[in-house]
T-cell receptor, first 115, second 112 residues
Framework: AAGVIQSPRHLIKEKRETATLKCYPI?????VYWYQQGPGQDPQFLIS???????DKGSIPDRFSAQQFSDYHSELNMSSLELGDSALYFC??????????????FGEGSRLTVL | AQSVTQLGSHVSVSEGALVLLRCNYSSSVPPYLFWYVQYPNQGLQLLLK??????LVKGINGFEAEFKKSETSFHLTKPSAHMSDAAEYFC??????????FGTGTKLQVIP
């Protein structure tokens, strides 16, 4: 079965550069979640989208932005990168039916290293 | 609001011994509870989940967990540890199938 696809799997950037992570949800899933997991940390919720609209917001820095496109894939844009942005970024997707959100399925993550 | 407390950031067990990883939750609504496992440099794999119904849930790799509402607990157990169980385990809670809130994780070490 198709899973959540994240790209790139690994990314190395310099401080103050910009990075974009992509998430392709499971087909027919309409909700996407982004999480950030720093080294030795638990995953922290950043932001979510349902039907291309932001549905919830967590601890996402102002330097970050995200959106969900018409094909339901999502992109997380990170600007003015800092060393502390080095982390594993997870995307999860779910299918929301009749107001009830289905189970979340996580991707393998994108590892961002900021030098 | 939901939160999860995992007791013990590191747990060591001998191979073949019982594994017990503790998780207590706080939730203002009936919770959905999850255990995820993460191997080094890998993603999150769902071990098991409790949504409604039977309070003892069985997951993959011989793990199980019991939802105890009176104790607000969802401890993870496995009768006999295997070397391949060495990983980090995250307990998580959500108000239904919505965004998941993770605990701080417990690293399980299995000693030969």
């Amino acid at each position: 079965a198709a899973g959540v696809i994240q790209s790139p799997r690994h990314l190395i950037k310099e401080k103050r550069e910009t990075a974009t992570l992509k998430c392709y949800p499971i087909p027919r899933h309409d909700t996407v979640y982004w999480y950030q997991q720093g080294p030795g940390q638990d995953p922290q919720f950043l932001i979510s989208f349902y039907e291309k609209m932001q549905s919830d917001k967590g601890s996402i820095p102002d330097r970050f932005s995200a959106q969900q496109f018409s094909d339901y894939h999502s992109e997380l844009n990170m600007s003015s990168l800092e060393l502390g942005d080095s982390a594993l970024y997870f995307c999860a997707s779910s299918f929301n039916s009749g107001g009830n959100t289905g189970e979340l399925f996580f991707g393998e993550g994108s590892r961002l290293t900021v030098l | 609001a939901q939160s999860v407390t995992q007791l013990g950031s590191h747990v060591s067990v001998s191979e073949g011994a019982l594994v017990l990883l503790r998780c207590n939750y706080s939730s203002s609504v009936p919770p959905y509870l999850f255990w995820y496992v993460q191997y080094p440099n890998q993603g999150l794999q769902l071990l098991l989940k409790y949504t409604t119904g039977a309070t003892l849930v069985k997951g993959i790799n011989g793990f199980e967990a019991e939802f105890k509402k009176s104790e607000t607990s969802f401890h993870l157990t496995k009768p006999s540890a295997h070397m391949s169980d060495a990983a980090e385990y995250f307990c998580a809670v959500s108000p239904g199938y919505q965004k998941v809130t993770f605990g701080t994780g417990t690293k399980l070490q299995v000693i030969p």
